[in-house]
């Protein structure tokens, strides 16, 4: 796919560092040139810390970012990450992140998402103990990870972001603390990319998951981003042989031409019995 990015400049919005591991992974692959995009405070379009509520879902705050990377750089192809923090998908225990890299090519008139999920390191705590707060800062990786405090709880407007040092978070425990009517101070990890490594190695993988559907080619029309788009349930049980939840066929899409292809599962014919809504009710 060099072909279609060969020398391509493409614009990236960002003000938070993201183009330090969004360029390696894609101008090596693909011959382009990743440009960061200024211009544009990307925290009005919503913070982590809530003080700006995000309007739309995940991927249209990418979009839209993209697209205004596109009018501020005047480049006919652009890019733009999202990221969203909450329990994860399997027990709904854990701290979870989703980090969505949006490309847009209006040359090919097409659209291809990256996307990487995993553990995220996005904790938070309400206390009035700073013996609390230091074991707290520990366990979320604390310098490296940065921190945002604020007195009384964790709706209080005078917050205190990219705490980067154990003095400078002493004196902002000390300040929240004075501060606050009830004692009590609300810490909680950055989330901003250039602050928490966590979370910039989850955008890294999106790149990379970007590149890979950039690199297979539709065998239709030949664009870039020929990529599974759905994956249909009904693989047999290997007891009953009814049909289960587990897929059973792998459906690929073309983002340009729309061309379409069905294939069956070829690594497993069959799905253990445990997984079985008849041999399990």
């Given at each position: 796919?060099?072909?279609?990015?060969a020398?391509?400049?493409?614009?990236?919005?960002?003000?938070?560092?993201?183009?330090?591991v969004?360029?390696?992974?894609?101008?090596?692959?693909?011959?382009?040139?990743?440009?960061?995009?200024?211009?544009?405070?990307?925290?009005?379009?919503?913070?982590?810390?809530?003080d700006?509520?995000?309007?739309g879902?995940?991927?249209?705050?990418?979009?839209?970012?993209?697209?205004?990377?596109?009018?501020?750089?005047?480049l006919?192809v652009?890019?733009?990450?999202?990221?969203?923090?909450g329990?994860?998908?399997?027990?709904?225990?854990?701290?979870?992140?989703?980090?969505?890299?949006?490309?847009?090519?209006?040359?090919?008139?097409?659209?291809?998402?990256?996307?990487?999920?995993?553990?995220?390191?996005?904790?938070?705590?309400?206390?009035?103990?700073?013996?609390?707060?230091?074991?707290?800062?520990?366990?979320?990786?604390?310098?490296?990870?940065?921190?945002?405090?604020?007195?009384?709880?964790?709706?209080?407007?005078r917050?205190?972001?990219?705490?980067?040092n154990?003095?400078?978070?002493?004196?902002?425990?000390?300040?929240?603390?004075?501060?606050?009517?009830?004692?009590?101070?609300f810490?909680?990890?950055?989330l901003?990319?250039?602050?928490?490594?966590?979370r910039?190695?989850?955008?890294?993988?999106?790149?990379?998951?970007?590149?890979?559907?950039?690199q297979?080619p539709?065998?239709?029309?030949?664009?870039?981003?020929?990529?599974?788009v759905?994956?249909?349930?009904?693989?047999p049980?290997?007891?009953?042989?009814?049909?289960?939840?587990?897929?059973?066929?792998?459906?690929?899409?073309?983002?340009?031409?729309?061309?379409?292809?069905?294939?069956?599962?070829?690594?497993r014919?069959?799905?253990?019995?445990?997984?079985?809504?008849?041999?399990?009710?």
């Open positions: 796919m060099r072909q279609h990015y020398g391509q400049r493409i614009g990236l919005l960002t003000q938070h560092g993201k183009e330090q969004i360029r390696p992974v894609l101008e090596a692959a693909l011959g382009c040139v990743v440009e960061r995009v200024s211009g544009f405070d990307t925290d009005e379009l919503g913070t982590f810390t809530r700006r509520p995000r309007p879902t995940q991927l249209e705050a990418a979009r839209r970012k993209a697209r205004i990377g596109m009018a501020l750089s005047g006919p652009g890019m733009a990450s999202e990221g969203s923090f329990p994860d998908p399997f027990s709904g225990l854990f701290p979870w992140n989703v980090e969505l890299l949006v490309l847009i090519d209006d040359r090919l008139g097409i659209e291809v998402l990256g996307v990487a999920q995993g553990a995220a390191q996005s904790g938070h705590l309400q206390t009035g103990d700073w013996k609390a707060v230091a074991r707290f800062v520990e366990q979320q990786g604390f310098p490296a990870h940065q921190l945002v405090m604020r007195p009384r709880d964790q709706h209080d407007p917050l205190r972001k990219g705490i980067t154990w003095t400078e978070l002493q004196a902002s425990f000390e300040r929240c603390a004075h501060e606050a009517g009830n004692g009590q101070v810490v909680e990890t950055e901003r990319a250039f602050a928490n490594p966590t910039m190695r989850r955008i890294a993988e999106a790149a990379d998951d970007l590149r890979q559907r950039l297979s539709c065998p239709a029309c030949d664009a870039p981003g020929y990529w599974v759905e994956r249909e349930p009904g693989l049980c290997a007891a009953c042989c009814m049909p289960t939840q587990a897929w059973l066929n792998e459906v690929r899409q073309c983002p340009g031409c729309r061309h379409r292809v069905v294939s069956a599962r070829t690594d014919g069959s799905c253990d019995p445990q997984y079985c809504v008849h041999c399990n009710p």
